[in-house]
T-cell receptor
């Protein structure tokens, strides 16, 4: 079974600063997908960024980028130029590379507060 | 309406009550999911439906009974719940065989069991 661990229950950052959220996972699979989801207060959870394990290049989406270290089974999220709207719960998630539907294993989440 | 809609948004029920949560997706997806989100715990996958067929039951107690009449609707029937079942129940949908892994979530139904 896969496990996903987010070791930082809460974090805060000043507006316009950069923050990094940590995620580690455990799996025996050689190929898989990793994701970061964002859940704003009382709003829907949305996908922020995804990474295919077979790709060495780190994924980037505007101000969001990841540091994927496959050997270390680490998948951190960097948010640059933090904005007040980035305040949310952030969940790291893992998915096997198979056709068994999009069944994700989630970490426990990191609550990020962006301060003005 | 667009996306994934869940009703009711808030529900308070006694341990002997019977209630249902409803989820509707307007995205043309074929797979739908129920997740349980408890405080300080990872999201727990409960059920998966693919083309209306249940493909996953993650050892969920029988007091939770899912129903998927078609690919756009998903219900979670609740009966004789326990206080520890209080949580945010999230519905999600996705393409059935898509490997992008993108789940589209509803806003959730906040359940309180007294």
């Amino acid at each position: 079974a896969q496990t996903v661990t987010q070791s930082q229950p809460e974090m805060s950052v000043q507006e316009a600063e950069t923050v990094t959220l940590s995620c580690t996972y455990d799996t025996s699979e050689s190929n898989y997908y990793l994701f970061w989801y964002k859940q704003p207060p009382s709003r829907q959870m949305i996908l922020v960024i995804r990474q295919e394990a077979y790709k060495q290049q780190n994924a980037t989406e505007n101000r969001f980028s990841v540091n994927f270290q496959k050997a270390a089974k680490s998948f951190s999220l960097k948010i640059s130029d933090s904005q007040l709207g980035d305040t949310a719960m952030y969940f790291c998630a893992f998915r096997k590379d198979n056709n068994a539907g999009n069944m994700l294993t989630f970490g426990g989440g990191t609550r990020l507060m962006v301060k003005p | 309406e667009t996306g994934v809609t869940q009703t009711p948004r808030h529900l308070v029920m006694g341990m002997t009550n019977k209630k249902s949560l409803k989820c509707e997706q307007h995205l043309g997806h074929n797979a739908m999911y129920w997740y349980k989100q408890s405080a300080k715990k990872p999201l727990e996958l409960m059920f998966v439906y693919n083309f209306k067929e249940q493909t996953e039951n993650n050892s969920v107690p029988s007091r939770f009974s899912p129903e998927c009449p078609n690919s756009s609707h998903l219900f979670l029937h609740l009966h004789t719940l326990q206080p520890e079942d209080s949580a945010l129940y999230l519905c999600a949908s996705s393409q059935d065989t898509g490997r992008t892994g993108e789940l589209f979530f509803g806003e959730g139904s906040r359940l309180t069991v007294l």
